[in-house]
């Protein structure tokens, strides 16, 4: 036997631990040979195929030949060596339950580190990759080009990988010349076309000039032959009698019989070739013929380290390609010590330093804390989407629940765009920006407006195409584009999201003189993504600082003219009628100050005071007094004015315009903006807000922001419906306060995909109100029958309310209510109503959800997030809130609290928050070295490390309110409510895709106003209703993510850290035990 490396080849290891691997790997086609331990010499080809391990044994002969005991009628191939049976069985069709596809790689015995529990075995590594490259120790890239570089490096490696079999192969009996035409191939011409496949070309002039100076000869005897073969064709085609012809055509078959069949063969041969050649080439370049494949670098940080006291540079390479993370003590040091992505559970990071604690799992179910400072705070967001994109990377998940979207405007000022708008898509500026390690992550939708745009359609497509796959190696499908003169809208999603992305539709609306013109006004697209719905609304607003007033009337008029979205919810226009809804686009509105001040402004601009200037900003007023945008958000501007450059350098604004009236005035402002408004308690997270620096060809720089979002899938229930109890949902209690004087009757109609068909309430009493506007009061309950009454489908809707009159069928005011508010209990809520952008009242009431039981299934990325990320400006009210009663003798999660609960792992347990336990489940007090609260986010990535419940019964807990969320892991605490402003959350450093957990000091008893709003925090837990004696309100600052499924309740006895990824349906002794979903009280 050949005692070559084999990696897949795993030795003596039993067959539950092999069925380990393949259970970790969790994907079809995974496989490893193991020795038999039965017999001896023969051995064990075990592979993975719909979550379940087919084993299959390799017999020697006594020739000691080896053949595979495959299913029967495949003929039975003998081999010498298991490398050459291997690479046999990763063709199809060779009768095994799947094709070989990955090899499980064996693992290795790290070193012990001083001052550190190694209770286990690193995961492997694996072979060496055909791209490499990455960053310096210092983030920054080690080589330049980009995306070239990457193919050369891909093109060294597979031309090397040539060049050392042609070395082995015997080319003695061949002609000199064709010896050296194929090594001068693969010397310099193989990187040329591999370059011609990068830009898309897929022809390979140079494999093609190999193969005719190697088929010289034989294509010169073929031109000359075939001429004659035609005519002597052609003259027997020429039949002198029926008779005749058949005979000379028969002979003439039977003479050619031995040609034709070298012929025919000789043909496939050189087609085998050609194909062969370019799917290597391809492959090397991640070019599939339709679209590439994203090919992110490894990418190396330096960073500290102490261990007994002292402070060691260390260095962590990210290889989201592998899945693996590597510690090295030296920058080209070994790396044999490393972790695959299922194998960290957890992510601590620090406020007040760049300091990273990584939790993660050793391979006899214990934990390792790992702690590392990074150079800033950048760098270490850098790692953690990094971090992140390996999970999406390999997880098994067959639907997305998170995506990232990517958002950008620009006002092009009639002029070409230059050469390269790489920054741009890769968010590099002022602002709140990415870090150079996430240049090459794609995120998953573009959606690129513009305004005064020059180009045509196809033009601009292929211009946006073209960048996008030079930064991330994809060639992105576009969505949709809708044009209205120069302002256009494109979407862009990448290949495999193109069957999810279904209803799709475009307008426009003109708002330009007299509402005729398309100079000024708005396009827009809408879509669904499996389940979750999203508008994109690209506008030009009036131009002028002293058209406030007009662009305030643009704002309302394309909200109640831009048709899209379902076409059901007639009722509300766009603001209701999607998940998300962003806006974005030349919105115009300036800087309101005096002309005489315009020194001044560029000055403050170049000290970065922003924040005196955006207290004058137009947008920013008229979106503080509820006049246009309202309960949008905004994450926090930290960039320059966009507007008004000099054309060609960003160092000079050019605020004074000659015209034949006189000198005009165009102060430095934010005209470029990207707002956002989504439905209650949903999941998102704005990653990045910022401008260009590098794009000078107008007088505007373009504005970029990125955001996380949290998808629902196309619900398909896990139960026999003819077993499932009919879930219900009720509202009662309502009362609507509208500003109207209307005598007139109101009723309450119900919207929400979840149900058959809107439903209608009984109409209302009214009353007057003693600020004279009218109060109306439903006294009847309200039962809607949902389609599906599974609860993790439920919890995942919202019901829209419009609130009509009885005489004219008119709208008095539209709201939202999530379900999820009510999960577990009555919830009272509150939400504004609203009717084409303006404030029209309130309603409240109360809402109960009653589901059926069903197993609830977990995220890849969790469920709830902290509310500490997200910034709003000028926003207080986000126009919701819920209020949870107690329930009667709970106290937390499993109806108690108190400190016997079990040690924290991940999805297990639940927390106690006068203990904070650590991993290895011993306890620790909830304080820093300088015996102040520990100043640490607890950042669950890809696992909670525990479920969070309350306190004692007498002690409610505040975090659970955030969103109505569970308590969060107390890893850190933050100021008391009392030292902060009351109306804006708390904000620690910008993060980029990192769970994040805090704890807060519990309010002051008595009940609580809905318009009360604190600062509340998310933790990676289940959603469930924040509990206090006199009812507290609930509201969110950054809601969660929605659920394809939703998690149960915590198990206070299983102590084992979990993958997130793991299968109840695999057969593997790591499957978790399924967790009942704790039963909803009946009260009212």
Partial sequence: MSTSYQPWHHGNITRSKAEDLLSKAAKDGSFLLRDS????????????????VYTYRILPNEERKLSVQASEGVPIRFFSVLADLVETYYSPNMGLATHLQFPVQKEEEPEEEPGQ?????????????????????????????????????????????????????DMSNL????????????????????????????????????????????????????????????????????????????????????????????????????????????????????????????????????LLGLTNKMFIKVDVETGKIYFKKYKDGPEDKYFVHNKILQLVKS???????????????KTLRKEFVFDDTKKREGFCQLLQQM??????????????????????????????????F????????????????????????????????????????????????????????????????????????????????????????????????????????????????????????????????NYVSILRFLNLGDKKLNPFDITHRFTHLFWLGD????????????????????????QE?????????????????????????????????????????????????????????????????????????????????????????????????????????????????????????????????????????????????????????????????????????????PIISDPEYLLDQHILLCVKSTDCDESYGEGCVALRAAESSYTEFQVTLTHHGERTGTLTGGVQLRTSGGKQTEKLYGETYMGVGYKSVGVTDRGWSYSMSLRSGSGGVGGHGGKDQTPIFPRKTVYDHNTVRSPTGKAMDNVGEDGKPAEMFDNPLYGSMGKCGGGAKDSPDPQSSKDHLTAPDPYFSFPKPSDQDPDRPPVPTPRNRSYTCSETKPPSSGPTSFTSLHPQSYTKNPVKPSRSEGGMVLTANKPPLPMKSRPGQAEATSTKPRDYRDSSELPSKLRPTSRPIQPLPKEG
Avoid at 587 to 607: D, G, H, W
């Fill in 175 to 306: 002609p000199e010349e064709h010896q050296q035409s194929i090594q001068e191939y693969f010397h310099t011409s193989l990187c040329l076309d591999a370059e011609q496949a990068q830009n898309g070309n897929p022809n390979f002039p140079r494999l093609k000039k190999l193969i005719m100076g190697i088929c010289k000869h034989l294509n010169s005897e073929i031109s000359r032959t075939l001429p004659t073969l035609e005519a002597f064709q052609r003259l027997l085609d020429q039949q002198l009698s029926p008779g005749v012809g058949r005979m000379r055509s028969q002979v003439s078959a039977d003479s050619g019989q031995a040609v034709s069949f070298r012929l025919e063969q000789m043909t496939k041969l050189l087609y085998s070739i050609e194909d062969k050649a370019k799917a290597a080439l391809f492959e090397s370049v991640g070019y599939d013929g339709s679209h590439r494949k994203s090919l992110i670098p490894p990418i190396t940080f330096e960073v500290k380290s102490e």
């Fill in 37 to 52: 331990e039965s017999i001896q010499g023969a051995y064990a080809l075990c592979v993975l195929f719909q979550n379940c």
């Fill in 613 to 785: 200037l955006l207290c004058r900003d137009q947008l920013t007023i008229e979106k503080g007094e509820g006049k246009v945008f309202l309960h949008y958000d905004e994450e926090e501007i930290t960039f320059a004015p966009t507007y008004r450059f000099e054309r060609d350098t960003r160092e000079k604004y050019a605020y004074t315009k000659a015209k034949a009236t006189g000198t005009k005035y165009n102060l430095p402002s934010w005209c470029d903006r990207v707002l956002r408004r989504s439905y209650p308690l949903v999941h998102v997270f704005c990653q990045s807000y910022g401008c260009t620096n590098d794009i000078m060809t107008s007088d505007h720089s373009p504005v970029f922001s990125t955001f996380e979002v949290g998808v629902s899938s196309q619900f398909v229930s896990k139960h026999d419906p003819n077993s499932v109890s009919q879930g219900g949902i009720k509202f009662m209690n309502c009362v609507a306060t509208l500003m109207t004087k209307s005598k007139t009757k109101f009723f309450i109609e119900y919207h929400s995909s979840c149900l058959e068909k809107f439903v209608k309430s009984s109409e209302g009493e009214n009353q007057d109100h003693s600020d004279g506007n009218i109060k109306v009061r439903f006294g009847n309950q309200v039962e809607l029958v």
């Fill in 587 to 610: 919105l115009n509105y300036r800087i309101e100050l005096p002309s005489t001040e315009a020194e001044s402004i560029v000055t403050k601009i170049k000290q970065q005071q922003y």
């Fill in 117 to 169: 529990i190694i209770t286990s075995k690193y995961p492997p590594q694996l072979p060496p990759r055909n791209i490499s490259g990455g960053l310096s120790a210092n983030g920054s890239k080690e080589t330049h080009g980009g995306e070239s570089q990457t193919s050369e490096l891909a093109c060294a490696s597979l031309r090397d990988t040539y060049l050392q079999r042609l070395q082995q192969l």
């Fill in 351 to 365: 406020q007040k330093v760049a300091k990273l604690v990584i939790v993660v799992e050793t391979e006899k179910e």
């Fill in 426 to 553: 890769q968010c590099k500026g002022q602002g709140k920006t990415r870090d150079d390690t996430a240049d090459h992550i794609p995120h998953d939708i573009y959606v690129i407006g513009t305004q005064e745009d020059p180009l045509g359609e196809k033009e601009w497509i292929d211009t946006l195409k073209s960048a996008l796959r030079g930064t991330t190696n994809i060639s992105f499908k576009q969505i949709a584009i809708q044009t209205l003169w120069n302002i256009r809208i494109v979407v862009l999603a990448k290949p495999e999201h193109e069957n999810r992305i279904s209803h799709i539709f475009s307008d426009s609306v003109k708002t330009g003189i007299a509402n005729a013109l398309g100079n000024k006004g708005a396009v827009g697209v809408s879509f669904m993504f499996n389940g979750t719905s999203f508008g994109f609304v690209n506008s030009h607003l009036t131009s002028g600082s002293e058209k406030k007033l007009r662009r305030n009337q």
């Fill in 391 to 424: 999970k999406n990377k390999h997880s098994d998940k067959p639907e997305p629940d998170m995506i990232t979207v990517f958002v950008g405007t620009w006002n092009m000022g009639n002029a070409s765009p230059p050469h390269s708008i790489a920054s741009w």
